[in-house]
């Protein structure tokens, strides 16, 4: 079975840009989380999409923005990027919308000069 | 905030020794408890979840929880080198949020 994708892999942009990232969660999984990761810490919750809508949101700006596609797909949005932005953007699948396991894609690693 | 408390290490063993790596949470009334490892330039991977009091083993790990304490902790027996990484405490939240510790550097000396 294919696990959680992401897209892309790297990705450089300049202070002020936006970037889009894109999350496929495993099969039959109908919510995804994004989770954004600096070095040295663990990762810390943006937001959780289950059936399309938005089920939690962490303690980010609003220039964090994300959505939830018919097919469970999702992408996370950061617009006016910052230097402070620059991490590991980490997405996550699970079956349900409360508790249970999640299991993190490989990552979108962003770097902001 | 909701906080999660690990030893940054790093924790050094030998090969073939048992490691404890352990993490204490601050909401009494969380439920749900899970430890990841994650390898130098990787992404968190699940390796052990816990929901009720006292031992739960997966083949060389053994997760345990004491919800009194608010006490999680990782046994991995017969380290090897490759187990070598940094180990994320995460507690459940509302809803499906994690909130994770800043994680345990593991090193496993051959």
């Known amino acids: 079975d294919a696990g959680v994708t992401q897209s892309p892999t790297h990705l450089i942009k300049t202070r002020g840009q936006q970037v889009t990232l894109r999350c496929s969660p495993i099969s039959g999984h109908k919510s995804v989380s994004w989770y954004q990761q600096v070095l040295g810490q663990g990762p810390q919750f943006i937001f959780q999409y289950y059936e399309k809508e938005e089920r939690g949101r962490g303690n980010f700006p609003d220039r964090f923005s994300a959505r939830q596609f018919p097919n469970y797909s999702s992408e996370l949005n950061v617009n006016a990027l910052l230097l402070g932005d620059s991490a590991l953007y980490l997405c996550?699948?699970?079956?349900?919308?409360?508790?249970?396991?999640?299991?993190f894609g490989p990552g979108t690693r962003l770097t902001v000069t | 905030q909701k906080e999660v408390e690990q030893n940054s290490g790093p924790l050094s063993v030998p090969e073939g020794a048992i490691a404890s790596l352990n993490c204490t949470y601050s909401?009494?009334?969380?439920?749900?408890f899970f430890w990841y490892r994650q390898y130098s330039g990787k992404s968190p991977e699940l390796i052990m979840s816990i929901y009720s009091n006292g031992d739960k083993e997966d083949g060389r790990f053994t997760a345990q929880l004491n919800k009194a304490s608010q006490y999680v902790s990782l046994l991995i027996r017969d380290s090897q080198p490759s187990d070598s990484a940094t180990y994320l405490c995460?507690?459940?939240?509302?809803?499906?949020?994690?909130?994770f510790g800043a994680g345990t550097i593991l090193r496993v000396k051959s």
């Open positions: 995460a507690v459940m939240e509302y809803g499906n949020k994690l909130v």
């Open positions: 996550a699948s699970s079956l349900a919308n409360q508790g249970g396991e999640q299991y």
């Open positions: 909401d009494r009334g969380s439920q749900s």
